[in-house]
């Protein structure tokens, strides 16, 4: 149960409109988390710019950047993110089953080994930051990934395994 009331369209303050606007226009809804966000303007805003730059921009395709937020939120057990990011990978056509061996460690037809290895490391960032070596980077390159991208890889880790804790610690409530 939640423990801070969402903000319905009629709720929000005038500021807050135009990014519920774009937030439904791109989700056809405006998601739990985002209304909680909205208690406080300035942090919806930047969360909201940060998403899209994230999951809207970049150069990772989308399928990556959803299965990274699935994979960090399992990590962090995150039961908003994960039953999210099932929704929005299953949306962008992955395969339930596919979505299944990801989150058991394995990869599927929708993602290279390339991609998975990608997956792997932020999963590793997520656990165990400190354990990440020289070798684990070396390696990422030598498989394809540039600097640019490991670093939006590891950007879509950080955005999810800050809206984990957000999402868990005020127990927001499941809206997918």
């Not at 998403?51 to 150069?59: F, Q, R």
């Given at each position: 149960m939640a423990r801070i009331k969402t903000l319905n369209k009629e709720e929000i303050p005038g500021e807050v409109c135009s990014i519920y606007d774009e937030i439904e226009k791109a989700f056809g809804r405006v998601p739990n988390i985002f209304k909680t966000y909205a208690h406080y303007p300035p942090l919806l805003k930047a969360n909201w710019e940060k998403?899209?730059?994230?999951?809207?921009?970049?150069?990772l395709r989308r399928e990556i950047k959803e299965a990274i937020a699935l994979l960090v939120s399992d990590?962090?057990?995150?039961?908003?993110?994960v039953s999210a990011h099932r929704a929005a990978l299953q949306s962008l056509g992955i395969a339930r089953q596919t979505i299944d061996?990801?989150?058991?460690g394995f990869g599927g037809p929708d993602f290279s080994l390339k991609?998975?290895?990608l997956l792997q490391f932020t999963v590793q960032s997520t656990r165990d930051p400190n354990g990440v070596t020289d070798d684990d980077i070396e390696m990422l390159r030598k498989l394809g990934w540039s600097e640019r991208e490991i670093v939006e890889a590891q950007g879509v880790m950080e955005l999810f395994t800050g809206f984990n804790k957000f999402l868990d610690s005020l127990g927001v409530d499941i809206d997918f």
């Open positions: 998403t899209k730059a994230l999951m809207m921009g970049g150069s990590a962090n057990a995150c039961r908003y993110c061996a990801l989150m058991n991609e998975l290895s």
